[in-house]
């Protein structure tokens, strides 16, 4: 993916953004691929918005690629919603253009794995029903908005609550931990069903590499 944008980037002259959801995905060398990340909360509504937003300043043509957790992708503005059709078609262009290099989607993965360090994202959730269900939800919020120092031995560096809004996003019950080695925890309750999610991201230098963990500490 950041060799596609790369060359992109160098046969058009343009600067792209990246709208990214929820999860905690960076591309930790923007820089270096001359674009710009954005996050907004779940859904595909806020990354159209984002969209929206380019046509009016003219730069809709900045806009390069939207994804979510839940593996729904978007390329270009001509579709506002997750498009598997135009995922699919992305995936056959990149094989294309690695296989005229001699190298397989699986040696690429490999190479990006070695250069940012392997990445697993997983997603729990948790079924609350009935308004005492709805209850246990709030309450297990606000005591995750308490003082918690750690997960599972990872501390915690920066806790991000978007209750109050953040980042110009819109007010929602979401909180965010960001813990050390480039890992998170985000949890919020779903908008649709009666469950808590809880979305994990760890990150390690090495495959298969851990570490021995506790339990949480608050």
Known sequence: MPDALSRIR???????????????????????????TINVLTGFKFIGE???KLEKQGKADS?????????????GSYVRDKDGV???????????????KGISLLDKLDELYKAYGYCLNTLHSYE??????????????????GDTKEFCGK???????????LDGLPKSDVL????????????????????????????????????EGGSRNS
């Open 10 to 36: 160098d046969e058009t002259g343009q600067k792209f953004v990246i709208i990214i959801d929820e999860w905690d995905v960076l591309i930790r060398d923007e820089s270096a691929y001359g674009l710009r």
């Open 176 to 211: 965010k931990f960001l813990l050390e080695d480039n890992c998170s925890i985000v949890v919020r309750p779903s908008g649709t069903e009666p469950k808590l999610k809880t979305y994990i991201s760890v990150s390690a230098r090495e495959q298969g590499s851990r570490r």
């Open 50 to 52: 984002q969209i929206g």
């Open 86 to 100: 135009d995922g699919a078609y992305m995936i056959c262009e990149m094989f294309s253009y690695y296989a005229i």
């Open 155 to 165: 501390k915690v560096v920066k806790l991000l609550d978007y209750a109050p809004g």
């Open 128 to 145: 609350f029903d009935g308004s005492a269900g709805f209850a246990k939800m709030q309450s297990i919020m606000q005591a995750f908005r």
């Open 63 to 75: 806009y390069v690629f939207g994804f979510e957790e839940s593996y729904g992708y978007l390329t």
